[in-house]
Structure formats: C-alpha cells, structure tokens
C-alpha cells in the first residue's frame, strides 16, 4: 500500500535557526496535506499543495510540492518558540476525492532558546 | 470556518467495558467522517470511513466488530469502542469532509485509558 516517509524524525534547533522537514511518498499524489500538532494537541491543518511544482508561503513558511507530485517539503525561516511541534505531511488515503489520509511519521520540532 | 467537536475529551474506563464516542461537525454537512488512532509519539493512523448511511469501510488490521462507527446524520458519527482493553487506550481523532468540498477538518480528539 501507499507510504509517506518523513525525516527527519527529530529536529532540535536554537532559536532563530531555519528548519525544513521532508515528505516523500511512494506513489504519486493527488495533493499534499501538512498539520501542525502542538504537545497534547491535535492536528491543525496548515496548508494543502495541488500543483506540480507548487510554491506556497504562509508568513515564516514555505511549502513546496515536488514536480513529480511524490514529495514535499516544509521550510520554516527563522524559528520561534511558537514552532514548537510535531509536524505531519498527509496524501489521500487511496486515490483522492472524499478520502481519509496517510500520515508522514512527522518530524518533532524541539527548539532551544 | 468549518469545525468538528468530540466528545467526550478524556475517558478512563474498566477492562471489558465499552465506551462510545461521538464526532460531530458543528456548521457544515459531513457525507463523510473519518476515525483515526494515534498511540503516544506516533503517527495517526486511519481506522475506518465513516459513511452517513451506509456501513463503515474499515483499513486493514482493524476489527470492525470491535470499533462499531454509526454515521447516523450528516453531522454525526459514532465509534463504539466494544470490550476495551488496555491496548485499545489511544487518542482517538476524527475528521469530517465538507459535502461542499476542500480538506478534511480535524476533531479535538479523545484520550481512551483502559485500566
């Protein structure tokens, strides 16, 4: 079945720092998903990418989508203590349309002030 | 913008007790809802699709006979944990999927323990 890797699976960075978690999946994608989930939290849906190539920034955070629609990426410029996390990329489940998801295994964001 | 409740939040229970779960989307319609596990430091895993009116469709390695999932209306789903044992304790998180389109809207999640 379908699989979506995610490293690293760790990350500690000092304040200030860039972070970028990656997204690989083993089977193209209709569209990528990526959550945020805080300690003792649950998911929050940050963004989704469709297009081959895609390009999408949300203040500090740059979501690419490979052009081959297999992997993705997540850059965030200049982390604050607010980052702090476990990061999620997510593509549908089987094929699309009304579909549950398959999850990275994410990357823990741990940031040292 | 859309949002989906649980309830309960927390639940603690005996071994051998069932303990159901609700899911409910609060301003928008639902044809479909989804129900996910996620054990500590873990991905979330999807465990079944719920669809309203129709039975469940459940993922590999899940017993359906176990995680009973009701979508009786279009802003309500159940998940019945049947018999729980101490491996079932998880957080329990579902999703709805607007009728009108765009991604999935995540519950707040439920934390099962099963003494």
């Known amino acids: 079945g379908q699989q979506v890797m995610q490293i690293p699976q760790y990350q500690h960075v000092q304040e200030g720092e860039d972070f970028t978690t990656y997204c690989n999946s083993s089977?193209?994608?209709?569209?990528i998903q990526w959550y945020k989930q805080r300690p003792g939290g649950h998911p929050v849906f940050l963004i989704q990418l469709v297009k081959s190539g895609e390009v999408k920034k949300q203040k500090r955070l740059t979501f690419q989508f490979g052009e081959a629609k297999k992997n993705s990426s997540l850059h965030i410029t200049a982390t604050q203590t607010t980052d702090v996390g476990t990061y999620f990329c997510a593509g549908p489940h089987s094929g699309g349309g009304a579909d549950g998801l398959t999850f990275g295994k994410g990357t823990h964001l741990i940031i040292q002030p | 913008g859309a949002v989906v409740s649980q309830h309960p939040s927390r639940v603690i229970c005996k071994s051998g007790t069932s303990v159901k779960i609700e899911c409910r989307s609060l301003?928008?319609?639902?044809?479909?809802m989804f129900w996910y596990r996620q054990f500590p430091k873990q991905s979330l895993m999807l465990m079944a699709t719920s669809n309203e009116g129709s039975k469940a469709t459940y993922e590999q390695g899940v017993e359906k006979d176990k995680f009973l999932i009701n979508h009786a209306s279009l802003t309500l789903s159940t998940l019945t944990v049947t018999s729980a044992h101490p491996e079932d304790s998880s957080f329990y998180i579902c999703s709805a999927s607007p009728a009108s389109g765009g991604p999935s809207c995540f519950g707040p999640g439920t934390r099962l323990l099963v003494l």
């Open positions: 301003d928008f319609q639902a044809t479909t």
């Open positions: 089977t193209t994608l209709s569209n």
